[in-house]
């Protein structure tokens, strides 16, 4: 994105649209909201940040095109909206995609949405060309990402607290299947586990006692999350 927003006369000059659409994609707790903040610390941009497009005293469509407006007005900036297929309704969605692409040129614009679902986004949101051109995908960490992740935490840890080698390779085998969000709750709640006794090598039970607790709670919330979506 730095470059893109440097080479303003380029794009012109070569008869480009300075514009961008860029989607991450993935399920929750993996790094796309940190990435999004990052992103923007680092671009030193303006920024419009929409988690919702309704309010108390104006109708979606309203709101939709107050916030492009106002995009306009503050480009170049980054528009984020944040949770893609929440924002976009059936009601809203002509009335979205002719701000996103109608007469408006929205130049000097880029388009930062996330998602957790894309299969609830529209296709002519999410496949048309020039719209969302850019697609990164947020996976749940790979084993070796589980292991540095597991070392990064174990590395801050004060000596009492460490954990052992074989204790990192098992707990990295147990959580397949964990995003970083439940890896970082596995800590926290093994950490306040551990103040208890403070015993040394009371993290290594604390720790592999809690991954059987955090997955169950990841079972419940996928399996309300299925039932509300078979629901509606």
């Known amino acids: 994105m730095t470059n893109f927003f440097a080479l303003r006369e380029t794009y012109e000059a070569y008869g480009l649209p300075w514009k961008r659409g860029i989607l991450f994609i993935g399920s929750p707790g993996n790094g796309k909201t940190h990435a999004v903040k990052a992103l923007i610390n680092k671009m030193q941009q303006p920024c419009l940040y929409v988690k ?30 944040e949770d893609l297929d929440s924002l976009v309704e059936q009601e809203n969605r002509s009335f979205f995609l002719n701000e996103l692409d109608g007469f408006a040129a929205n130049l000097g614009i880029v388009i930062l949405a996330t998602t957790n679902h894309p299969d609830r986004i529209d296709a002519a949101i999410l496949e048309r060309p020039s719209r969302f051109d850019r697609k990164y995908y947020f996976e749940l960490p ?40 439940y890896l970082k709750e596995l800590f926290v709640s093994s950490m306040m586990l551990w103040m208890q006794g403070m015993e040394p090598g009371g993290m290594d039970k604390s720790i592999i006692s809690l991954v059987a607790v955090l997955r169950q709670q990841m079972s419940s919330a996928t399996g309300e999350n299925t039932a509300a979506v078979s629901t509606a």
């Not at 919702?52 to 306009?72: C, D, G, L, T």
């Not at 070796?144 to 935490?153: D, F, H, S, T, V």
């Not at 590395?155 to 990192?168: H, Q, V």
Request: overall charge positive; glycine content about 2%; proline content about 4%.
């Open 52 to 81: 919702s497009f309704k309010s108390e005293y104006s109708n979606p469509h309203h709101n939709i095109r107050q916030v492009f407006r106002e995009a306009r007005q503050s480009a170049p900036c980054i528009l984020v909206l």
């Open 142 to 181: 790979t084993l070796a990402e589980r292991i540095a992740y597991i070392n990064l935490w174990n590395d801050k840890f004060k000596p009492t607290m460490r954990l052992s080698e074989a204790t990192i390779s098992q707990i990295a085998e147990m959580t397949n299947g964990f995003s970083f969000a």
